[in-house]
């Protein structure tokens, strides 16, 4: 394959951030290739809408297997693709989970990013083309915050397997572009939801749970620190930053956050609102959902993104409780729908 001005590898592709990425790109004229992990079965749906005719000529998404733990295999990929854009959003991104398996998180999450570097840079070296690099780093890192809000240079003070890995990643990122003259650049994006989000993050939890309840099909929703407090955005949004940062002539590093904070409480608030519900009445608090260390709050300071790249949230804190509440009531509704007629409920993002 020769290099196209308009090429963009996707890892993760079949995630909340890969599908929005994925629409943007295909949106701007970009040819899209995408790493998918083999499943027993189809781990394809927030992307299925994107895919059409394999027979069709005009297609621009091409779906390949492959795995950031295999790095001779990504080496392989990168170069039969020649991509010009390369985005990693690949990771065991579940913060709870990192606890259960941190050498599993840390293979992916950590050293999977090596491995994409590494495989980037041998492509550069070999063909001569550039390729613009773009790392999924997280406002995890900023863990145990030392200050508030949290800029590009607020010092890391990861509390989860998880948040390490990142750090990691973010760092030998930083170091690839100074050491190779790399274009590498790390978004340290803080949290961003969608009606796509994974059911287990715990905005989408309480969205659909939300909608679960108010037809009926669900009691109660037990949830841990109610507390706790994050900066959260509309993924949708999110996903223009990422593409900003590789158009720009020079790599950098850039928070992107809305600039307000609030807590799981309020979340849950404002989504059982939205239905005519007291959150009271419903939510019931379960240890299992408490982490050994806990991220208690964080809000990031975007002015860089905001004045460099010209990048600003365009959904706002209520606008998202209310798109994912409307959303999965929908799901609830279709689920009832089903259920009733004594047909299994196949769900959909
Ligand atoms: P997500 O929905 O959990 O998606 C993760 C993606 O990684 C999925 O496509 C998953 O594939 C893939 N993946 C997992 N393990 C893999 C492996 N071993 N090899 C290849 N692919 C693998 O995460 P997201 O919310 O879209 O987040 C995207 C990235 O941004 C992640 O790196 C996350 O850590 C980071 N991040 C997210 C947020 C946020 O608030 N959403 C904030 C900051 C940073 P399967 O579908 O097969 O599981
Ligand atoms: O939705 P969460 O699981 O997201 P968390 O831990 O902030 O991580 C997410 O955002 C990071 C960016 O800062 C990403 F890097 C990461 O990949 C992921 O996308 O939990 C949010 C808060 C936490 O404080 C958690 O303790 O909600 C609290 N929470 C309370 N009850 C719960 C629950 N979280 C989950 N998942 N489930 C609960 O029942």
Not at 51 to 66: E, V
Not at 155 to 168: D, G, N
Not at 187 to 193: V, Y
Not at 203 to 225: C, E, F, M
Request: with cysteine.
């Amino acid at each position: 394959m020769s290099t196209i001005a308009k090429r963009a590898f996707v890892t993760g592709i079949t995630g909340q951030d890969g599908s929005y990425l994925a629409e943007l790109l295909l949106g701007k004229g970009y040819e899209v290739h995408g790493l998918i992990r083999r499943a027993s079965s189809p781990n394809t749906a927030r992307i299925d809408h994107l895919q059409s005719d394999p027979h069709d000529a005009r297609s621009r998404l091409f779906l390949h297997y492959g795995d950031l733990t295999d790095g001779s295999g990504l080496a392989k990929l990168i170069q039969a693709i020649q991509p010009s854009e390369v985005y990693n959003l690949a990771a065991q991104s579940h913060v709870k989970v990192s606890f259960d398996q941190p050498i599993y998180t840390s293979d992916i999450t950590g050293l999977g990013t090596a491995r994409m570097l590494q495989a980037v840079r041998e492509t550069q070296e070999h063909s001569g083309q550039p390729i613009r690099f773009y790392q999924a780093s997280s406002s995890e890192m900023f863990g145990k915050v030392v200050e508030s809000p949290q800029t590009e240079s607020t010092p890391f003070y990861p509390r989860s397997p998880y948040a390490v890995a990142k750090v990691y990643a973010h760092c030998i990122t930083v170091n690839y572009r100074e050491s190779y003259n790399l274009h590498a650049s790390c978004g340290i994006l803080f949290n961003h939801e969608s009606p796509r989000r994974g059911d287990t993050f715990v905005t989408r939890k309480i969205s659909r749970a939300v909608g679960r309840i108010k037809v009926g099909l669900q009691d109660k929703l037990y949830l841990g620190n109610l507390d706790s407090k994050r900066d959260w955005g509309f993924a949708g949004d999110y996903v223009e930053a990422m593409w900003l940062m590789l158009q720009q002539e020079r790599p950098d590093d850039y928070v992107v956050a809305t600039g307000v904070t609030h807590s799981v409480r309020e979340f849950c608030e404002r989504c059982f609102s939205r239905v005519n519900l007291d959150y009271r009445d419903f939510v019931e608090i379960d240890p299992r959902y408490l982490r050994p260390a806990s991220v208690d709050y964080l809000l990031g300071d975007a002015s860089k993104v905001r004045t460099t790249l010209g990048w600003k949230p365009r959904v706002s804190f209520e606008g998202l409780a209310d798109m994912m509440v409307d959303s999965d009531l929908e799901l609830a509704q279709q689920e009832k729908s089903a259920r009733d007629a004594g047909h299994e409920y196949v769900g959909h993002y």
